[in-house]
Structure formats: C-alpha cells, structure tokens
T-cell receptor, first 113, second 115 residues
Framework: EAQVTQNPRYLITVTGKKLTVTCSQNMNHEYMSWYRQDPGLGLRQIYYSMNVEVTDKGDVPEGYKVSRKEKRNFPLILESPSPNQTSLYFC????????????FGPGTRLTVL | DQQVKQNSPSLSVQEGRISILNCDYTNSMFDYFLWYKKYPAEGPTFLISISSIKDKNEDGRFTVFLNKSAKHLSLHIVPSQPGDSAVYFCAASWGGGYNNNDMRFGAGTRLTVKP
C-alpha cells in the first residue's frame, strides 16, 4: 500500500528536550516536505526537500531542522522545542513539482509544555 | 500574509443538498489550484484540482469552478453525503516555482453534512 508514515503520532514533551519526528514514504517520491497546521492558519510549510541531500527552508523554518540522507526518509528535528511549536505536523511526499498532488502522512500532534 | 483565504470556517448542509465551499486568493501568479479533504486523525488527501487555463473541472459529485478575474474558486459537492463531513483545504501553486514552497494553503472549512 502506497503511504506516508509518521512516528510518533502523539507526543507530549517539555521545553528544551530534543526530539525527532520520523517520516517515511514508499512511493519513491523525490519531493518531501513538512507542514504544521494551526487553527486559522491552515498548513504552513516548514522545510522541503527536492531529493536526497537537497533541503531548503519553507515559510516557517525557525526552530526546526531536517535531513534527507535517504530518498524514503525525511525526519523533522526540534533541537530545543518551545511551547510555540505545539502544533499538528504533517509530512508529505510527491513526484517533482510543480502541480503534483501531495500525499500526506497521518499527522503528529506535538505538545510542548 | 495569507495568499489563500477560506473565509468560512464552517458550513453545515442537509444530506442530498449542494455544498459550496469558497476560496479566494490574492497572488495572480497562481496557476494551479487543488482541494484537499481531511478527516479527523488523518492527513489531508487530494480531492480535485484545476488549472488556470480552465474554468471548470468535474469529477463525479465534485466540481471545482475557477473565476480568474475575481481570483475566486469554489468546490461544489452534489449531492452531499454524510461521509463528506470533513475539513476541506484549498491550495494554490504556480508553475514558475520549481518547488512546492510556492504552494499556499487556506485555513480550511469544516463541512458537516446532516442526515
């Protein structure tokens, strides 16, 4: 089954404790990205990757890091989480843009206390 | 600056009637538009899209209309079914950008279809 998986699905942590949210896709897609969803703001892109070892900032990259060492994986790293990073996070993948529909993971709900 | 706006946070319709979800955009560079549907505890899934060279695209019960002069698009669902109850996101992108950093999403509209 073609899918994008994310782990964990739910996470409660404390300020400053480093965490990683994993993302993996089995569709051999070149393009992957991370979004956060906040009430009234829709989906905002954090980082994206056009291919292995190629990553770039989206609209809201502050406080996040990513890496793309393998085509299928695109982890999101929060080195020192803060309460304003409490959000619902989605990973997505697609064939190379433009104009390709994106396939989203099920989401990770993160709470930073 | 939200370049894609969905001004109705929620919409409630009766089963069998038409649902109309609206979306406005401000960036005239956008030339491709998509609708995604999201159920609770799941990620958004692609529903339907339209290129700026068209003014209508239909897929079964779903039709998207594009009015470029008004920078407005709408999604029509006819007839609406209870299973259509979800959050609908409008998205816009432009082909000049070689990455989906040039895709923008609206805030979403929660549709409730009552039996």
């Amino acid at each position: 089954e073609a899918q994008v998986t994310q782990n964990p699905r739910y996470l409660i942590t404390v300020t400053g404790k480093k965490l990683t949210v994993t993302c993996s896709q089995n569709m051999n897609h070149e393009y992957m990205s991370w979004y956060r969803q906040d009430p009234g703001l829709g989906l905002r892109q954090i980082y994206y990757s056009m291919n292995v070892e190629v990553t770039d900032k989206g609209d809201v990259p502050e406080g996040y890091k990513v890496s793309r060492k393998e085509k299928r994986n695109f982890p999101l790293i929060l080195e020192s989480p803060s309460p304003n990073q409490t959000s619902l996070y989605f990973c997505a993948s697609s064939p190379p843009p433009p104009h390709e529909e994106q396939f989203f993971g099920p989401g990770t709900r993160l709470t930073v206390l | 600056d939200q370049q894609v706006k969905q001004n109705s946070p929620s919409l409630s319709v009766q089963e069998g009637r038409i649902s109309i979800l609206n979306c406005d955009y401000t960036n005239s560079m956008f030339d491709y538009f998509l609708w995604y549907k999201k159920y609770p505890a799941e990620g958004p899934t692609f529903l339907i899209s339209i290129s700026s060279i068209k003014d209508k695209n239909e897929d079964g019960r779903f039709t998207v209309f594009l009015n470029k002069s008004a920078k407005h698009l709408s999604l029509h669902i006819v007839p609406s079914q209870p299973g259509d109850s979800a959050v609908y996101f409008c998205a816009a992108s432009w082909g000049g950008g070689y990455n989906n950093n040039d895709m923008r999403f609206g805030a979403g509209t929660r549709l409730t279809v009552k039996p």
